[in-house]
């Protein structure tokens, strides 16, 4: 089956810092994806879909400044936290179809984003 | 603007129980209905709703689409703690990139 691969899986980074993660479609091509933020305890928030060449589309209250999303080609999409604070600290995921409109999508393992 | 409310919260069964697990929704041109299974990590696919009345079926979950009450179950039968799990249930509308509006999830807990 389609596989999505998120790296990494686990992170802790200074305040003020940045941090990038990213998110592969191992065997299939994904025009689009989708970065997913959750707090514990609640569900997931979409942040942004993001397009294979060309801009992210932002969720209402996501600053586009803070999340960088970028999707350079087909199997990659990377989502960069700058200047991290504690209260960015959380659970982020990507997920991606691996047909557009009526594929399954596909959920990578997750980054846990702690900034200290 | 799209929403998505699961019920009950959270639920404490004991093995062998028989759970129903409620999502209504609110969505604009829906497309379709999703169940995941969260654990540690990232969700699992478990169904994907897009007929109502039309049961489908894995193992010991079912799940079945009401369009009319917009609203869709999702059944366990006979738990087991494996079950334990964070299940949440997502809809998607038809509109560009499909994006999926995810409930708040049910936080199930089978004792043994």
């Known amino acids: 089956g389609a596989v999505v691969s998120q790296h990494p899986s686990w992170v802790i980074c200074k305040s003020g810092t940045s941090v990038k993660i990213e998110c592969r479609s191992l065997?299939?091509?994904?025009?689009?994806m989708f970065w997913y933020r959750q707090f514990p305890k609640q569900s997931l928030m979409l942040m942004a879909t993001?397009?294979?060449?060309?801009?992210?589309?932002?969720e209402q209250g996501v600053e586009k400044d803070k999340f960088l999303i970028n999707h350079a080609s087909l199997t990659l999409s990377t989502l960069t936290v700058t200047s991290a604070h504690p209260e960015d600290s959380s659970f982020y995921i990507c997920?991606?179809?691996?047909?557009?409109?009526?594929?399954?999508?596909?959920f990578g393992e997750g980054s846990r984003l702690t900034v200290l | 603007e799209d929403k998505v409310v699961q019920s009950p919260l959270s639920l404490v069964v004991h093995e062998g129980d028989t759970v129903t697990l409620n999502c209504s929704y609110e969505?604009?041109?829906?497309?379709?209905l999703l169940w995941y299974k969260q654990e540690k990590k990232a969700p699992t696919f478990l169904f994907m709703l897009?007929?109502?009345?039309i049961e489908k079926k894995s193992g010991r979950l079912s799940s079945i689409l009401d369009k009319k009450e917009l609203s869709s179950i999702l059944n366990i039968t006979a738990t087991q703690t494996g079950d334990s799990a964070i299940y949440l249930c997502?809809?998607?509308?038809?509109?560009?990139?499909?994006?999926?509006?995810f409930g708040a999830g049910t936080i199930l807990r089978v004792k043994s």
């Open positions: 993001s397009n294979e060449g060309s801009k992210a589309t932002y």
């Open positions: 969505v604009t041109n829906f497309r379709s």
């Open positions: 997502a809809v998607e509308g038809l509109e560009y990139g499909n994006k999926l509006v």
């Open positions: 065997d299939f091509q994904a025009t689009t």
């Open positions: 897009t007929s109502s009345g």
């Open positions: 997920s991606a179809r691996d047909r557009p409109y009526t594929g399954e999508l596909f």
